[in-house]
Structures are given as structure tokens and as C-alpha cells.
């Protein structure tokens, strides 16, 4: 029998109140059974609310160096059980090992980041038009921040939302992806036993339809951060808006890499593969179009496909293995879906495009990895986010035109050049519009401390990484008069 987790409400741990649970599976071995968890709804969300509303006024009134204190400590029994939580990662998501561990490195990153957060959180002063009066502008935080995230990076991801919103001292209510309810759970012990008081972190698991819509709807919460589909994502920000709550959102993304003529292309190679293929392609940030010059079309497309061929599938606790399971049996349909769709439109498929039954890969959702070439920038497969290991390979004229695919896109998230010319890789900066540029390296691969997000389809105008801070606070300007009378702005002139 497997074991059988909690929520995490008002410093209690407690079965969802319907009493119903569901299965968390290893996606490389279904019969891995993790752990059973509660099936929560909107009852057990009610009390995660309150609970979160009840702690708001102390917590918000806990010196910000404070709480940061309590996520240095987190952070330090993170680097104490990385290894740990890397292994239990890889079961229960399925992802590589050694990218396992970078996912827990990335928690680490971003909570130590964060918490030197709690020193600084900077205001601003500026001199006022009026004699004697004094102006600046603070942080506040926000109040009940609801916080919702995939299971692509199950530690990381609720790392950037956590760490944050509490250090800036809001209450939060946390509603992991029901793929990755274990990572969640640790992280939140973690937290728990670095010292946040009761009802500061509240812990509700379940599906979207039932627990994460009824955390959207519920008038006790302030802001909704959401990472996850963009259809998903707005929905939330429709139901946000019908109450005024604040939504910041990280979604798709259909992210490129340009091929120039110049480029060093075992660079090249190198970068798309890691990309493409890394966390078997199940990233937002994951290069799932190969943007390729002409002129070296031909010579770029024989040595990737010869990389891919080498990949090795299969359990990512093996250390020879090099791409993992999708995550659930719904993602492995949807991408074979994509290649009976790449089959209809004539697309070339130079390697993989099956679902991968092998040996010990029978017993969970493996894929091949997959190469599409000579898509057309319009067709579905280079336009929508198809979320596995199966990268477009799409040709190009001319830098111009490239950078024309490239900003063909509904997302805009992230985006790389290869190419040895300084002159155009600046053009390339300038006209490509996603929320991340990278030069001379691969699509993914972000660092916490700079901003994180992308335009169009992919956010709301927000930024998560650095600048953080501003999703999860609100400014307050500040007038202090001391002339000792009425002073008016705009009239005492
Ligand atoms: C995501 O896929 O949602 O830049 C996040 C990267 C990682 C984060 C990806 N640091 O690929």
C-alpha cells in the first residue's frame, strides 16, 4: 500500500475533506506508485484561504530580514538534501538525473537569492516639488497569494513563487500540478521546518478543474501566480479579472533557435540538441524550432540527426540514459498526435515519430526522439506548442527572414542566434521579440537573478527571477509634509 500524504492547512496536516486521493506514478514505470494524495476541493481551499488570510497581519508585520531568515535556512537543508530530492525528482517526474539535480539547484538559487531580498527590497526617494516635504515609495505585499505550478520543474518552479511572495511577507495558499505532488510536499516540510509560523504556507493538492479553479475564485485571495498552458492561463486571468485580483502568468512558449551560415555549428549542434531534448523537450523555454541558414541547411541537419540517433531513452536514474519519459500517458498521446499531424501536412520525419515500448521503456511513457525537417513557419507543428522531445527544423534565406519566423509566433518566450558576426547577432537582439535573447547558446538555461518571462502569448507583463518583486508586492508612495502647512502641488507653483 502505498503511503499517503496530506495537505498542508493552518500548520495541520489533513486529508482533503471528501476523503478521496489519487496516485502519483513514475512516468518511466507506472507501476511505481509514490504516494496517494488528497483529492482536494473547494472546501479544503476555503480553509487553506482562511488560514492564509487569518496569518496575513502578523506576517506581514514580521521584519522582511526576518522571514528572509527563515528561507536562508531553507535553503541550507536544500544543499543538505539535494541528492536526495534530485533521486525522488527523476521517480516522480521522470527527468534525467544530472537535470534533476539542476532543478533542485535552481530552488537553492532562487531561495538564497531571495532571502538576501529580505536586506534590500529597496523603495525609492526623490526630492518633492515642495519645500520641506519628503517623498519616497515602499513595497507592500499583496496579502493571500494563490500559487499555481506545473510539474515540468516541481522545485524550482514553486520556488520562484514561494520564496518570494513570503519573503515580501504575503500568506500563501500553494496548489502544485498533481503530476509532481511529492516534490511539493518536501519543498513545503522544508519550509515548515526552517520556521514559517502556522497558516503562513498552506498546502492544497488536486486537479486544476477542482482545486485550482476554486483557489481562483475564491474572494480570500489577492493574487493568482500561475505557470502552465496559455489556455489555461486565461482562464485564470478571465476568472481574476470577474474579481479584481491580481494575475501574473507564465506560459507557452514555441521557442527558437537561429542557424546562421557563420555559426559554429558543433556549437550549434550541441545547443539545439540540449534545447530540444533536454527535460524531453518538456520545457516552456525548450527549443522546439530550428531556425537554419541555407547554406548550411544540409550539413547542420545531417550531424543533429546523427546526434539524436545517438540519444539513449530511457529511465533517467540510469546514468547512461540521456532523454526520460514524458510525464503522463495524456502528454505522450498528444505528442504522438502532433506526428500523425506532421504525417497529414507532408512533413519530413527524419528520425523517431513513434512511441518507444522497448525493454524496461514498456512500462512507462517514452517517446522517440523526433526530428521534423523542412516545416513550413505556418504550419501547426512550428506554430504550436507541442511540448516533448520532436524540434521543427525550418529553413531560411537570410538573417532577416529568420528573425521574421522567429517573431512569427503567438509566444515569446525565449529565443537563441548562432552565428560568429557581432553585427548581427545585435540585430538579432534588437528585432526579436521574446522575453529572453541568447547568444551564441541554447534556448534554456535562465538564472534566477534576471528576469524570466516572455511576451505576447507566453505572459501578462510580468516578470518572474529577477524582478520578482514585483509581482508579489504593491508600492506605496509615501508624502511626509514638515513646512508645518497646507502645501499643494500644482497650485503653489
Ligand atoms: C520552464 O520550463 O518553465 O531556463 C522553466 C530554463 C530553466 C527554467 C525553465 N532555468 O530552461
Request: glycine share 8%; hydrophobic share 40%.
Given at each position: 500500500m502505498?503511503?499517503v500524504?496530506?495537505?498542508?492547512?493552518?500548520?495541520?496536516?489533513?486529508d482533503?475533506?471528501?476523503?478521496?486521493?489519487?496516485?502519483?506514478?513514475?512516468?518511466?514505470?507506472?507501476?511505481?506508485?509514490?504516494?496517494?494524495f488528497?483529492?482536494?476541493?473547494?472546501?479544503d481551499?476555503?480553509?487553506?484561504?482562511?488560514?492564509?488570510?487569518?496569518?496575513?497581519?502578523?506576517?506581514?508585520?514580521?521584519?522582511?530580514?526576518?522571514?528572509?531568515?527563515?528561507?536562508?535556512?531553507?535553503?541550507?537543508?536544500?544543499?543538505?538534501?539535494?541528492?536526495?530530492?534530485?533521486?525522488?525528482?527523476?521517480?516522480e517526474?521522470?527527468?534525467?538525473?544530472?537535470?534533476?539535480?539542476?532543478?533542485?539547484?535552481?530552488?537553492?538559487?532562487?531561495?538564497?537569492?531571495?532571502?538576501?531580498?529580505?536586506?534590500?527590497?529597496?523603495?525609492?526617494?526623490?526630492?518633492?516639488?515642495?519645500?520641506?516635504?519628503?517623498a519616497?515609495?515602499?513595497?507592500?505585499?499583496?496579502?493571500?497569494?494563490?500559487?499555481i505550478?506545473?510539474?515540468?520543474?516541481?522545485?524550482?518552479?514553486?520556488?520562484?513563487?514561494l520564496?518570494?511572495?513570503?519573503?515580501?511577507g504575503?500568506?500563501?495558499?500553494?496548489?502544485?500540478?498533481?503530476d509532481?505532488?511529492?516534490?511539493?510536499?518536501?519543498?513545503?516540510?522544508?519550509?515548515?521546518?526552517?520556521?514559517?509560523?502556522?497558516?503562513v504556507?498552506?498546502?492544497?493538492?488536486g486537479?486544476?478543474?477542482?482545486?485550482?479553479?476554486?483557489?481562483?475564485?475564491?474572494?480570500g485571495?489577492?493574487?493568482?501566480?500561475?505557470?502552465?498552458?496559455?489556455?489555461?492561463?486565461r482562464?485564470v486571468?478571465?476568472?481574476?479579472?470577474?474579481?479584481?485580483?491580481?494575475?501574473?502568468?507564465?506560459?507557452?512558449?514555441?521557442?527558437?533557435?537561429?542557424?546562421?551560415?557563420?555559426?559554429?555549428?558543433?556549437?550549434?549542434v550541441?545547443?539545439?540538441?540540449?534545447?530540444?531534448?533536454?527535460?524531453?523537450?518538456?520545457?516552456?523555454?525548450?527549443?522546439?524550432?530550428?531556425?537554419?541558414?541555407?547554406?548550411?541547411?544540409?550539413?547542420?541537419?545531417?550531424?543533429?540527426?546523427?546526434?539524436?540517433?545517438?540519444?539513449?531513452?530511457?529511465?533517467?536514474?540510469?546514468?547512461?540514459?540521456?532523454?526520460?519519459?514524458?510525464?503522463?500517458?495524456?502528454?505522450?498521446?498528444?505528442?504522438?498526435?502532433?506526428?500523425?499531424?506532421?504525417?497529414?501536412?507532408?512533413?519530413?520525419?527524419?528520425?523517431?515519430?513513434?512511441?518507444?515500448?522497448?525493454?524496461e521503456?514498456?512500462?512507462?511513457?517514452?517517446?522517440?526522439?523526433?526530428?521534423?525537417?523542412?516545416?513550413?513557419?505556418?504550419?501547426?507543428?512550428?506554430?504550436?506548442?507541442?511540448?516533448?522531445?520532436?524540434?521543427?527544423?525550418?529553413?531560411?534565406?537570410?538573417?532577416?527572414?529568420?528573425?521574421?519566423?522567429?517573431?512569427?509566433?503567438?509566444?515569446?518566450?525565449?529565443?537563441?542566434?548562432?552565428?560568429?558576426?557581432?553585427?548581427?547577432?545585435?540585430?538579432?537582439?534588437?528585432?526579436?521579440?521574446?522575453?529572453?535573447?541568447?547568444?551564441n547558446?541554447?534556448?534554456?538555461?535562465?538564472?534566477?537573478?534576471?528576469?524570466?518571462?516572455?511576451?505576447?502569448?507566453?505572459?501578462?507583463?510580468?516578470r518572474?527571477?529577477?524582478?520578482?518583486?514585483?509581482?508579489?508586492?504593491?508600492?506605496?508612495?509615501?508624502?511626509?509634509?514638515?513646512?508645518?502647512?497646507?502645501?499643494k502641488?500644482?497650485?503653489?507653483?
Open positions: 502505498p503511503q500524504y496530506k495537505n498542508y492547512i493552518n500548520g495541520q496536516w489533513v482533503a475533506q471528501s476523503g478521496q486521493t489519487f496516485e502519483d506514478i513514475n512516468p518511466a514505470n507506472t507501476e511505481e506508485v509514490l504516494g496517494l488528497p483529492r482536494s476541493t473547494e472546501k481551499v476555503a480553509s487553506a484561504v482562511e488560514a492564509a488570510r487569518a496569518s496575513f497581519d502578523s506576517w506581514r508585520k514580521v521584519p522582511a530580514p526576518k522571514r528572509a531568515e527563515i528561507m536562508f535556512r531553507a535553503a541550507e537543508k536544500l544543499v543538505q538534501r539535494k541528492e536526495e530530492l534530485a533521486q525522488l525528482m527523476t521517480r517526474m521522470g527527468k534525467v538525473l544530472k537535470e534533476a539535480r539542476g532543478d533542485v539547484q535552481e530552488a537553492i538559487d532562487m531561495t538564497y537569492y531571495i532571502a538576501g531580498e529580505g536586506r534590500r527590497m529597496f523603495g525609492e526617494t526623490t526630492p518633492s516639488e515642495l519645500p520641506n516635504k519628503f519616497m515609495s515602499i513595497r507592500m505585499p499583496v496579502g493571500v497569494v494563490a500559487a505550478t506545473p510539474w515540468n520543474f516541481p522545485l524550482a518552479i514553486p520556488s520562484w513563487k520564496v518570494p511572495a513570503l519573503v515580501c504575503n500568506t500563501v495558499v500553494f496548489k502544485p500540478a498533481e509532481t505532488p511529492l516534490m511539493a510536499t518536501r519543498f513545503v516540510e522544508i519550509l515548515i521546518e526552517a520556521g514559517l509560523p502556522k497558516g504556507l498552506n498546502l492544497v493538492h486537479f486544476g478543474e477542482e482545486a485550482g479553479a476554486a483557489l481562483v475564485t475564491h474572494p485571495v489577492d493574487l493568482v501566480s500561475f505557470t502552465g498552458s496559455s489556455e489555461v492561463g482562464e486571468a478571465l476568472k481574476c479579472a470577474e474579481s479584481y485580483k491580481r494575475v501574473s502568468l507564465e506560459m507557452g512558449g514555441k521557442n527558437a533557435i537561429i542557424v546562421m551560415d557563420d555559426a559554429n555549428l558543433d556549437l550549434a550541441e545547443g539545439a540538441i540540449w534545447g530540444a531534448f533536454g527535460t524531453t523537450g518538456q520545457r516552456c523555454t525548450a527549443a522546439s524550432r530550428l531556425i537554419v541558414h541555407k547554406k548550411v541547411l544540409q550539413e547542420f541537419t545531417d550531424r543533429f540527426v546523427a546526434q539524436v540517433k545517438k540519444l539513449k531513452l530511457g529511465n533517467g536514474l540510469d546514468p547512461n540514459t540521456d532523454v526520460g519519459p514524458v510525464i503522463n500517458e495524456q502528454q505522450l498521446k498528444r505528442i504522438h498526435r502532433y506526428t500523425q499531424i506532421a504525417r497529414e501536412e507532408g512533413i519530413q520525419i527524419l528520425t523517431g515519430g513513434e512511441i518507444y515500448k522497448e525493454g521503456c514498456a512500462k512507462g511513457y517514452f517517446y522517440l526522439p523526433t526530428v521534423f525537417a523542412e516545416v513550413k513557419p505556418q504550419s501547426r507543428i512550428a506554430q504550436e506548442e507541442i511540448f516533448g522531445p520532436c524540434p521543427a527544423i525550418i529553413p531560411a534565406e537570410s538573417l532577416e527572414e529568420a528573425i521574421d519566423i522567429v517573431n512569427n509566433s503567438k509566444y515569446g518566450l525565449s529565443s537563441a542566434i548562432y552565428t560568429q558576426d557581432i553585427n548581427k547577432a545585435f540585430v538579432a537582439i534588437r528585432d526579436i521579440y521574446t522575453g529572453i535573447t541568447y547568444v547558446s541554447s534556448t534554456i538555461g535562465a538564472e534566477v537573478h534576471l528576469p524570466f518571462g516572455g511576451t505576447k502569448q507566453t505572459g501578462n507583463g510580468h518572474e527571477g529577477g524582478h520578482v518583486l514585483d509581482v508579489f508586492t504593491e508600492w506605496k508612495t509615501v508624502y511626509i509634509d514638515y513646512s508645518g502647512k497646507l502645501q502641488a500644482q497650485i503653489d507653483v
